[in-house]
């Protein structure tokens, strides 16, 4: 029988047992490390075969830790304690043990991209304050960023002299249409979307493009109410009042009852994340945008 070597086992297994431990179930504990289910499984796997030992007893029931099991978990969690502190020392010499992060962005960016971030980031970084300004103008952000008001902007791509801008995710344009729609096919036809009445948002950037959208009809298409809120667009087509365009990420969620339909032409939107060029960030900003990453599609630095 070969000597253990210790230097062979990895902080990820102890991490999974310790988790596995705490849970009495694998998909569980992969949940709260945001890991698969065969991930986790794989490590403990991996440990019980370098220690030559059963850790974890698998039934219908879950998983219990074996009596050498528990020994080993309480010495795991020393390791993952030391390695915290560790971290900590080093996070408060860079200045990642506190600060604050003022984002300012779009209703819908907030409630659909920011709260996983800000999970991700307090996961490693707890103390940093997050402070979230929302605005409806893309105009309004750039002011804010521009003035200091904020550090991070999370909108449509701001594209500019002075700024560098990450795209993170294309936001699609749908059309929503009331209860009584009969349409069977989910792609519209311009006769189709013309014969509702529009329900336009006056969001500058947004009513721009869609009514850019609108000028390949060959029917005339009849805005019939311009109203500022996503809110009140939705409720109105359940009401039966028109139709109207939103890009899916301000219409989330939608009432079931209303029909998602794609529009006669393309249309998205990029959403991105922005910070002043030559300005000098905190390091707690580049964290959230690490952070950040990790929402979506976080693509290359749009070219100036």
């Not at 993952?80 to 860079?94: F, T």
Request: charge should be neutral.
């Amino acid at each position: 029988m070969s000597a253990i070597n210790p230097y062979k086992l990895k902080i990820s297994q102890f991490r999974a047992l310790v988790a596995v431990a705490d849970c009495q179930n694998f998909s569980t504990a992969a949940l709260e490390l945001d890991l698969s289910q065969s991930t986790v499984s794989h490590a403990i796997a991996q440990l019980e075969e370098e220690l030559g030992v059963q850790l974890v007893k698998r039934g219908r029931q879950g998983a219990k830790v074996t009596p050498v099991g528990d020994r080993i978990v309480a010495q795991a969690r020393q390791v993952l304690h030391l390695l915290e502190g560790i971290a900590r020392e080093a996070n408060r010499d860079k200045g990642l043990d506190g600060g604050q992060v003022r984002i300012a962005a779009f209703r819908s960016v907030a409630t659909h991209l920011l709260p996983s971030a800000i999970a991700r980031l307090h996961r490693h970084f707890p103390n940093i304050q997050i402070d979230i300004a929302e605005y409806g103008e893309i105009y309004e952000i750039e002011q804010a960023l521009r003035q200091r008001e904020v550090d991070i902007g999370v909108t449509e791509c701001l594209v500019g002299e002075g700024f560098s801008t990450w795209e993170i995710v294309e936001d699609e344009y749908i059309a929503l249409l009331p209860p009584q729609a009969r349409e069977k096919q989910t792609q519209l036809t311009w006769q189709k979307l013309a014969s509702y009445p529009l329900i336009l948002s006056r969001h500058a950037s947004c009513s721009a493009r869609i009514r850019k959208c609108l000028q390949q009809s060959e029917v005339p298409i009849d805005i019939a109410y311009e109203i500022q809120e996503d809110s009140t667009a939705i409720a109105m087509v359940m009401r039966g009042l028109g139709a109207t365009i939103l890009p899916r990420m301000a219409a989330e969620p939608i009432p079931a009852n209303i029909k998602v339909c794609k529009l006669p032409c393309h249309l998205s939107r990029t959403l991105g994340a922005s910070i002043l060029e030559n300005a000098l960030h905190p390091p707690v900003v580049f964290a959230f945008l690490d952070a950040l990453r990790n929402t979506g599609q976080f693509r290359e630095p749009i070219a100036v």
